[in-house]
């Protein structure tokens, strides 16, 4: 165990890219091969970051999304379908299963989402954790949406923190935007950005939230960059992110699995 992680901001990236690079990092990171790391990120381009276990056709609108370019990935973790673009700021909170970062999944949100909640205090905001949603939420809002997976002995929270948000878009490239909300007619109605809470200092709001994670895991961090391998393995792992098949994983399976029920009654 140590208390001295390793803190890489990358800020605009490709989205695609960034799934892949979170994934390395996991796998070096359980290996003992690279620290354990906070991953700041934004993404260069608006993209949907889908659910391991979610289909694609449950969850958005497809042919919109390919007809604007708008990216669609699978990611390694669970949780619902999240809408990103470049005014959010997404993290990934990458340490060895156990150590740190508790190995009940509950009590691992509890604790990496305390990180979120002590930046929004600083920022100037009461933040509180939905444990049924594995959210934040400010004023009663939802400011930042979660995930959380198991790799190689590793484990990834990752999440967003939304300094503004196109609802429009997301009203259309998700089928039903509401989903991770709490009952509301609508996303705007549940959902609230630091823009309409006066704060649009970006290089701030990344400061406190390092500070936030800082203080929430009990460590201190230094400025660290990607190791050759990391990018490597990054690298390799990208064709699987652009792949239709790994993307419609789900609807495949799905796909078969009522081909077969259908033949054996």
Not at 180 to 206: Q, W
Not at 219 to 239: N, V, W
């Amino acid at each position: 165990m140590s208390d001295n992680w390793r803190f890489i901001d990358l800020d605009k990236i490709d989205g695609f890219y960034s799934a892949a690079l979170f994934e390395s990092i996991a796998k070096h990171v359980g290996a003992n091969l690279s620290p354990e790391t906070i991953l700041f990120w934004r993404v260069k381009s608006p993209v949907l970051y889908l659910g391991y276990h979610q289909c694609v056709a449950d969850e958005i609108n497809e042919d919109y999304c390919n007809d604007r370019n708008i990216g669609i990935i699978r990611r390694i973790l669970g949780g619902g379908c999240g809408f990103c673009d470049e005014n959010q700021i997404l993290f990934s909170v990458i340490g060895k299963e156990g150590d740190i970062i508790p190995t009940d999944i509950q009590e691992a949100y509890k604790k990496v989402l305390g990180g979120v909640v002590i930046a929004l205090s600083k920022i100037g905001t009461l933040g509180e954790i939905e444990p049924a949603r594995n959210a934040v939420y400010t004023k009663g809002r939802k400011i930042s949406g979660n995930a959380q997976g198991r790799i190689d002995g590793a484990v990834l929270i990752n999440g967003s923190l939304l300094l503004d948000f196109d609802f429009g878009l997301m009203d259309k490239v998700l089928k039903n935007p509401t989903k991770n909300l709490s009952p509301v007619n609508c996303a705007r109605e549940g959902m609230i950005t630091l823009k309409e809470l006066g704060v649009m200092d970006i290089e701030f709001v990344k400061k406190t939230l390092k500070h936030g994670f800082e203080s929430a895991l009990g460590i201190t961090t230094g400025e660290g960059a990607l190791t050759k391998d990391e990018i490597q393995m990054a690298d390799r792992l990208l064709e699987k992110y652009h792949d239709h098949e790994w993307t419609h994983k789900m609807d495949i399976k799905k796909a078969m699995r009522k081909s077969s029920s259908c033949c054996n009654p």
